[in-house]
């Protein structure tokens, strides 16, 4: 499949129930981590996998554009950060 063809494809359930949670997580009554597990059966790390296709998939700007623009942004931070912190290292 082309990027082209991704483009045309709409999200699946699963991928729409990811964006509604991180859409809203921060409003339940319990620990991120357990709600990710329960909800999605996976590990914490496999579901931030999931997160970050969900995000680069064109269809999910069409679905929630503030919701992925908030995920791209902090996905950016986090590795402006890890590259920041690499360099430090390397000159120490």
Same mark, same amino acid.
Do not use: K, V
């Given at each position: 499949? *082309? *990027?082209?063809? *991704?483009?045309?494809?709409?999200?699946?359930? &699963?991928?729409?129930?990811?964006? &509604? %949670?991180?859409?809203?997580? %921060?409003?339940?009554?319990?620990? &991120?981590?357990e709600a990710i597990r329960a909800r999605f059966t996976c590990s914490v790390e496999e579901y931030n996998l999931e997160v970050n296709r969900v995000i680069d998939h064109p269809a999910s700007m069409l679905e929630d554009p503030l919701v992925v623009r908030r995920l791209r942004r902090q996905r950016e931070r986090r590795r402006r950060e890890l590259i920041g912190g690499a360099a430090a290292g390397e000159q120490a």
């Open positions: 499949m *082309s *990027s082209n063809d *991704s483009a045309h494809q709409p999200l699946g359930e &699963r991928e729409l129930a990811i964006l &509604r %949670f991180e859409a809203t997580w %921060f409003t339940l009554d319990e620990d &991120r981590h």
